[in-house]
């Protein structure tokens, strides 16, 4: 029974020297889990952007010319755009404000065809508080590399490629218009398969863009200029009202592309479409 | 006229005896009041094992007090050693006890609606000084009881201390048996990520398939509250969890413990005979007294127990790290019951669900509740019990097996391209592939067939792994399968991971192609707990 006494006593004192140890540690594995809280969270965040945001705004983030507006951009986080807009606020709440309520009302100075959508639940979107806190995350994890410049689109140097679909194009390379198309220029977020323009890739019945092209210049109710498949995707990048798919909108795509391609790259887009049958 | 007189007794004493002598005696006078009739020196004689006085004092708390009224004031010395109990039943009880407390702790930090319930969990861990270590103490402890629960049974049953005059005694027992197993199944949801999520929906899955389509309805309705669980689901089993199934689980234990008492703790077997119960004739040298043999063990045994569960949870045991927050629209690949209801999963498995997943686990616990009014044969020695010993083997060995059956390994079948991609990307738990040192995954594609020419070792491990699942891809099917990872520089400290994996279609020639992205941070510390 004295060995129990004793027994019991030394487990107690085991206990509150645990419960030291344990103690001393705490501050550091609180601030642990919390920096582990907000990489998840940042983790969310981009497979979110990407299911959710890239058809508008890029899939680095980098905006799409008359789509979107670049959230991987310096004067989003330099304090610039909050004073264009007249925001009072700290960023991370306008970043919140945007992505839950949207924007049913354009900025002014812009011109997108269409809305920011409201995203948050609590305004009819789709997505839960800690959703749109992830997107948050993300979105402001760009801070860094955007301030040292790494996020702006490349703009086109030289002469671009024009809206004449006449005009002869240098031989195109497949493989740098899929990269291309996958970059900055947004046109994989929106077509490959992405619901917001047609697929490209082949679906179903439905065959590639590719083989599409040879047949919709010479279908009933094309209201194009186009006299190949060449010209026809040529025509619908530069003029994309010319000739609107059924079922879609015009005005989604957007409509400078005449002013942003060069000749090379409009050559490479289409040799890229076009071996996608 | 005074309103009212104040009137401190002490201090007539000491006007009257002086100071020291009145306040000794109020001392003695507060000690046997709490103690419930032992004076100090009776509480000394008990540390110190002297032998009792007569009359023995130490039988009062037994007689006046709350606390000790249903503890026998002495045991049979053929009971008291670590057979024939394996103190399972006192183990059971400190547990549940145990669970009540951690559990108060973790109600002040936790709010039952989705909104908020997954981030409260968060909030615990990142947030309240020992909150990790309290979810995990709760967790470890929940497991443990509903093993100590299931063994203590098991060996109730072992020993024959079910049959007469102790059945009703067994079927008490086998409610709390049900009250512990949903105790700890309804506690599951409360983190509200996806594991929870998932496995309490696969585990009430069962409810609405009760026929007629009417009642299934509507008991499913009870249950989630709404088709499938959300906020009133969330709020049925977070009060289920911390009002109605303890409160039930307090009565049944103390009808439980008062017919264990009432028909005293059953003797071993061999040692009495046939047909005889002579548990409550315990003879004068066969007793021990509950003070202070007992006593000392039970409290020493408290506080070992404790630092052995607060150490384990500090240093060796983590609760199931969270998982992203439930999502009612994605259900992860290979989710699973909780493991002490994987043999449902299995019998699921075996064919219809209302035969498989209703009448036969109906049957089964209905037969556990009756058994000792079935099973009437009169001996409780092992010798003279080989049917129902073998039998109760076999049930277990059953239990063992359907569980199997209830883990992914059985019967799930799924496409084997998701599947080789799991193996590094599981749904439900971080596994290889997101616990790798983030440093090591070095931007660039990789085949998994040149496994061994990627740039350092733990890229070789995954890129191997990947490569020897891919391998279940191939069949007649399917020819030229290949897998690639890509790891790219997605932002400041985070990459993206692509997990592709292509063939060929036997039949028409066409390629097929499956591939899963993954976004790790530096900082995400998957596979260390939290
Ligand atoms: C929360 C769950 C339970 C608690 C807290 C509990 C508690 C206890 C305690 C303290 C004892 C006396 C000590 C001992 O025999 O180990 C006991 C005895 C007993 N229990 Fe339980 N028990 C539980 C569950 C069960 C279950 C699931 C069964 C069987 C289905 C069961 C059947 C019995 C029987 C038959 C006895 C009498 C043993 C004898 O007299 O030798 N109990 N229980």
Known sequence: MKAQIALGMLAFLALIGVLVVVAIGEPERMAEVTRAFEARQIETGASLFEANCRPCHGPQGQGIQAVAPALNAPDLFDGSRLAAVGFGGTLPDYVRGVVAAGRPVPSAGTNYPQRMPAWGQEYGGPLRSDQVDALVAYVLNWEARALAGGGAPPTPSGPTVGADITVALPPGDAQRGKALSEGGLGCSGCHILAPVGPAWLASGTEPGIGTRAEQRFQAAGYSGKADSAEQYLFESVVAPNAYIEPGYQANIMPLNFADRLSSQDMADLIAYMLSLK | ?530
């Open chain 2, 1 to 530: 006229m005074a309103i009212f007189r104040l009137h401190i007794p002490v201090l007539d004493q000491v006007k009257q005896k002086g100071l020291r002598p009145a306040l000794k005696e109020k001392w003695v006078d507060v000690v046997t009041r709490v103690t419930a009739g032992l004076n100090p020196d009776d509480v000394r004689g008990v540390l110190r094992d002297d032998p009792p006085g007569r009359p023995n004092p130490r039988l009062t708390p037994h007689a006046e007090g709350f606390w000790l009224h249903m503890k026998p004031t002495y045991y049979h010395r053929m009971v008291d050693g670590f057979y024939p109990t394996f103190r399972l039943g006192w183990l059971s009880t400190f547990f549940g006890v145990f669970e009540i407390i951690t559990g108060i702790f973790l109600m002040i930090y936790y709010t039952p609606s989705p909104l908020v319930a997954y981030e409260n969990m968060l909030g615990l861990l990142s947030n309240v000084p020992f909150g990790q270590v309290m979810r995990d103490m709760h967790r470890l402890a929940a497991e443990l009881m509903v093993i100590v629960v299931v063994l203590h049974m098991l060996r109730t049953f072992i020993t024959g201390s079910y049959k007469k005059p102790r059945q009703f005694t067994w079927a008490t027992g086998v409610v709390l048996l049900g009250v512990t197993l949903v105790l700890s199944f309804s506690g599951y949801l409360l983190p509200w990520d996806q594991l929870s999520l998932w496995a309490v929906t696969i585990g009430a899955s069962m409810v609405e398939a009760i026929p007629p389509e009417v009642v299934g309805r509507n008991v499913n309705l009870l249950v989630r509250g709404a088709p499938e669980f959300g906020a009133n689901g969330l709020l049925r089993f977070y009060l289920l969890h911390v009002v109605a199934l303890p409160l039930a689980g307090i009565v049944a234990f103390g009808v439980h413990y008062y017919k264990v008492i009432h028909h005293g703790h059953s003797l071993p077997p061999e040692a009495e005979k046939v047909g005889e119960d002579t548990a409550k004739r315990v003879p004068m040298d066969s007793r021990v007294y509950f003070m202070p043999e007992i006593l000392t063990r039970e409290l020493w045994y408290v506080s070992a127990l404790v630092a052995i569960l607060f150490g384990a949870a500090a240093f060796l045991y983590n609760a199931p790290a969270l998982e992203p927050h439930a999502n009612p629209l994605v259900t992860p690949l290979h989710t699973t019951a909780p493991w002490y209801f994987l043999w449902l999963q299995g019998l699921l498995k075996v064919g219809d669900k209302v035969v498989w997943g209703l009448i036969v686990p109906g049957l089964l616990t209905g037969l556990l509740l009756v058994l000792p009014y079935l099973e009437v044969g009169p001996s409780r020695r092992y010798g003279d019990r080989r049917i129902g010993l073998s039998a109760g083997a076999l049930s277990v060995a059953a239990l063992a097996v359907l569980s199997y059956m209830g883990t992914p390994y059985y019967g799930v079948t799924t496409s084997p391209d998701q599947e080789a991609v799991a193996e590094l990307l599981p749904q439900t738990h971080p596994g290889p592939l997101r616990s790798a040192p983030w440093e090591d995954l070095t931007l660039g594609s990789y085949e998994a067939a040149a496994w061994s020419s990627a740039p350092n070792a733990t890229l070789q491990d995954l890129l191997h792994e990947f490569n020897t699942s891919l391998t279940t891809v191939l069949s007649p099917d399917r020819t030229d399968v290949a897998g690639v990872i890509v790891i790219e520089d997605w932002q400041a400290d985070l990459k993206k991971v692509t997990l592709r994996v292509t063939w060929t279609n036997v039949a028409d020639g066409s390629a097929g192609e499956f591939s899963e992205s993954v976004y790790l941070h530096r900082d995400g510390r998957y596979g260390q707990g939290a």
